[in-house]
């Protein structure tokens, strides 16, 4: 069975500092990837989705970027935090685009 | 922008209620998703429903869609205390005669069932 893990679970940063967040999957091959980040008591905003190594797609210009070095993986990063980057960032994975999206436990981000 | 737009944004119901929450959205769709998301926990996927559908069941839930108003509703019969969560509606919408490929959530509806 398909399983995706993310880590870490909670994380406190400082403004400036870098980011690097991580998301693996594993029981299946080339999956569709997605990043989100949801404010408090908000819905979920695409942040990242790749179809294929090497293959990102930015949805909304920030200070974010995202990386897919391999098959079943895709990181999140930033060279500098700011303030405005706190939320609850997820990952999640589909077999293909628009069909039904398996997510992470999500990653607690705080910066400070 | 979001896509999707939940009513209602709470809802405070009585066990064993039956629970309505309703999904509008603006654009052309492939199909209509709902998921769950407890507090503090990433979504689980609940119910799909293809535009050329009206209507799917999966145990107490009932989905049901009308392209015509752009709209959708989940009902969950005989509710549940273990049912308190949030649920949101994704469209993976059209553009034109393509598709986006992207799922767009909306706000959610926060569902508390009181035991």
């Known amino acids: 069975s398909q399983t995706i893990h993310q880590w870490p679970a909670t994380l406190v940063q400082p403004v400036g500092s870098p980011l690097s967040l991580e998301c693996t999957v594993e029981?299946?091959?080339?999956?569709?990837l997605y990043w989100y980040r949801q404010a408090a008591g908000r819905g979920l905003q695409l942040l990242f989705y790749s179809v294929g190594i090497g293959q990102i797609s930015s949805e909304v210009p920030q200070n974010l970027s995202a990386s897919r070095p391999q098959d079943r993986q895709f990181i999140l990063s930033s060279k500098k935090l700011l303030l405005s980057d706190s939320g609850f960032y997820l990952c999640?994975?589909?077999?293909?685009?628009?069909?039904?999206?398996?997510f992470g436990n999500g990653t607690r981000l705080t910066v400070t | 922008s979001q896509q999707g737009e939940e009513d209602p944004q709470a809802l405070s119901i009585q066990e064993g209620e039956n629970a309505t929450m309703n999904c509008s959205y603006k654009t052309s769709i492939n199909n209509l998703q709902w998921y769950r998301q407890n507090s503090g926990r990433g979504l689980v996927h609940l119910i799909l429903?293809?535009?050329?559908?009206r209507e799917k069941h999966s145990g107490r839930l009932r989905v049901t869609l009308d392209t015509s108003k752009k709209s959708s509703s989940l009902l969950i019969t005989a509710s549940r205390a273990a049912d308190t969560a949030s649920y949101f509606c994704?469209?993976?919408?059209?553009?034109?005669?393509?598709?986006?490929?992207?799922?767009?959530f909306g706000q959610g509806t926060t569902l508390q069932v009181k035991p």
């Open positions: 029981g299946t091959s080339n999956p569709n």
């Open positions: 429903i293809r535009s050329n559908e």
């Open positions: 999640a994975w589909s077999v293909r685009q628009g069909l039904s999206l398996h």
């Open positions: 994704a469209t993976d919408a059209r553009h034109g005669s393509s598709n986006t490929g992207k799922l767009i």
